[in-house]
């Protein structure tokens, strides 16, 4: 499509999940409550860890940092998706919808660089616990969750300028929630086939490397269990890899399937379903299952509130 003589788009309007005011406020109740639940349970995380002596290691430090990046990554979406809920006006500004976009993506690539940092630790106290100290002391630590973070904000330039260098000429009606890549690709009025495969070129790639690096880690881990001789050895080993494991699986199996599914299969059902499920209710999800699945975030749990109710008293 040529832009024509069509005024650029200023600003991008969501289409609401649904017309009916009933519905809008259950889905307005029901996001709250998770929103308001990730908050809490990353928050909690953050506060446990730090206070607890026993809970200062690399992992928990990746945890903690895990934590601060969910608690940003829901943040930059769900506001304005409450606020769509209750107003009749869904817009939101060319510069607000690149804004969102870019934090999301850049928060979205800092986690995919986090979970593998966490694995990497994982493999390095299971596989050389001889050297860990030495390879996963403070400072390290810090260099690495530096790159995390200044990868997402370094790796998502790329193509947001591209997305957003594009001309929007109208509609510039979004089918869906929040602005993300292919909602957005598909409302630009012009050849995006160049600008679509170097979008998703780099976004795959830099999705893709620390995913790679999970599993490696992972194989060598899993080679260094069968090794063991104790099964109670391997059933500690499993205990402090399992939530890593969940999470990951939760986080990039909806990944995929939101982003690297064949166009023919999307629809804007499934694309809102699965994307719903890991900006929102993956979030919620994570501070439980590593509370719940880990044997010194739980004992660190159970002694916060057995201190709160004996300070009480």
Known sequence: ?????????????FEPLSNIHTIKIILFLLVLTLYLLTLMGNFFIIFSSLMNPAL?????FFLRNLSFLEIGYTSTIIPKMLSNFLSEDTSISFIGCATQMYFFGSLGIAE?????????????????PLHYSILMNRTICLQISTVCWLSGVLVVLVPATIIFTLPF???NRIKHFFCDLPPLLRLACADIYKSEAIIYTVTVMFI??????????????????????????????????S????????????????????????????????????????????????SLRNKEMKDSVKKLVFKKIFFRK
């Open 243 to 290: 939530s890593h494991i969940t999470v990951v699986t939760l986080f990039y199996g909806s990944a995929v399937l939101t982003y690297l599914r064949p166009t023919s299969a999307n629809s804007r059902e499934t694309d809102e379903v699965l994307s719903f499920f890991y900006t929102v209710v993956c979030p919620m999800l994570n501070p439980l299952i590593y």
């Open 112 to 128: 995919c660089c986090l979970l593998a940092a966490m694995a990497y630790d994982r493999y390095l106290a299971i596989c050389r």
């Open 56 to 60: 200062q290691s690399p992992m928990y």
């Open 208 to 241: 893709m490397l620390p995913f790679l690096l999970i599993l490696v880690s992972y194989v060598h881990i899993l080679l260094a269990v069968l090794k063991m001789s104790s099964a109670t050895s391997r059933s500690k080993v499993f205990s402090t890899c």
């Open 1 to 13: 499509m040529e832009v024509g003589n069509h005024s650029p788009v200023s600003q991008f309007i």
């Open 169 to 171: 000429c109208g509609p």
